[in-house]
């Protein structure tokens, strides 16, 4: 029976990790990719079961509401690979495909742009960058006990992704 991991080291394209076993080390090699996807439906599936862990929690994670935002946000890109619904300057691209057509019509939601500000504020390191958003637990009083929710203007984001995902559920993924 594995006991414990020793240790893991970087073998550039492989890890290694070496586990004792009680006699002597095992030797595993696993590929150093974290997630192997291979399509958007497949995305979209982890993406749709995470948010129904998610509003199952009573504590909620902000580490998984994030993979969800973060997910909701780059599905589109795996959708239409390459492909801004918007130039640099801000003028609509005329779309040319399906593909394309649905990037331009999920992009202009009011749900995809919240989760995409929220996604841009996420990696945002500037205290000054203002996306209002607020939750139920206060860090100054943390005897409120668990988060129960996130808002965003007054919204609780569990609906704001629910319209999210029903979207690309009804309009793609159907």
Known sequence: MLSRLLYCRNLGSFDEL???????????????????????????????????????EKNKSVELLLFIIMGLNHLNEWITPGYAPFTKSGNINVPKTKYEQFSNDV???I?????????????????????????????????????????????????????????????WFN
Do not use: W
Not at 29 to 41: A, P, R, T
Not at 154 to 159: H, L, S, T, V
């Open 18 to 56: 070496c586990i004792k076993n009680g006699k002597g080390g095992i030797y595993v090699h696993v590929s150093n990719k974290i997630i192997d996807i291979n399509s958007e439906e497949y995305f979209f599936e982890i993406i749709k079961s995470s948010f129904i862990k998610y509003k199952s």
């Open 107 to 109: 992009y202009l939601t």
């Open 111 to 171: 749900e995809h742009k919240i989760v995409r500000e929220i996604c841009s504020k996420s990696k945002q390191f500037e205290s000054s960058f203002n996306t209002p958003t607020s939750h139920t637990m206060s860090f100054d009083e943390v005897d409120n006990g668990p988060v129960t929710c996130y808002t965003v203007d007054g919204r609780d984001i569990a609906e704001i992704i629910e319209k999210l995902i029903l979207f690309y559920q009804t309009r």
